[in-house]
């Protein structure tokens, strides 16, 4: 089992960046593959980012890419999330979340497919 903590939320204004953090505690954090998913007010949780366990691949949903970069520190059993040209529309409850590796599948954004979560760190971003 893993604990996550996540941190490095805020309020900015659009334009701005602001870097979250996620601390991993419990067993190997190399172990897992980590995503970062947020959800606003009144909408479904989306996926954002996910990096695999060795930190060689990434993915990115379409609304971020080029703005977000996801990135992992096994030594130091943490996982970022680099936000950049911050937009109103980023505003959202961010948790980050880890996923047992399992061989050489591919990353998923499935929200169900992960095992463990944080509790979330706010993002507000104002116009």
């Known amino acids: 089992q893993v604990q996550l903590v996540e941190s490095g939320g805020g309020l900015v204004q659009a334009g701005g960046s602001l870097r979250l953090s996620c601390a991993a505690s419990?067993?190997?954090?190399?172990?897992?593959?980590m995503g970062w998913f947020r959800q606003a007010p009144g909408k479904e949780r989306e996926f954002v980012a996910a990096?695999?366990?060795?930190?060689?691949?990434?993915a990115y949903a379409d609304s971020v890419k080029g703005r977000f970069t996801i990135s992992r520190d096994n030594a130091k059993n943490t996982a970022y999330l680099q936000m950049n040209s911050l937009k109103p529309e980023d505003t959202a409850v961010y948790s980050c979340?880890?996923?047992?590796?399992?061989?050489?599948?591919?990353?998923?954004?499935?929200?169900?497919?992960?095992?463990?979560w944080g509790q979330g760190t706010q993002v507000t971003v104002s116009s």
């Open positions: 979340a880890a996923r047992t590796a399992r061989g050489g599948e591919p990353l998923t954004r499935s929200p169900s497919s992960y095992d463990y």
């Open positions: 990096i695999r366990w060795s930190g060689i691949s990434t």
């Open positions: 419990g067993r190997t954090f190399s172990s897992y593959h």
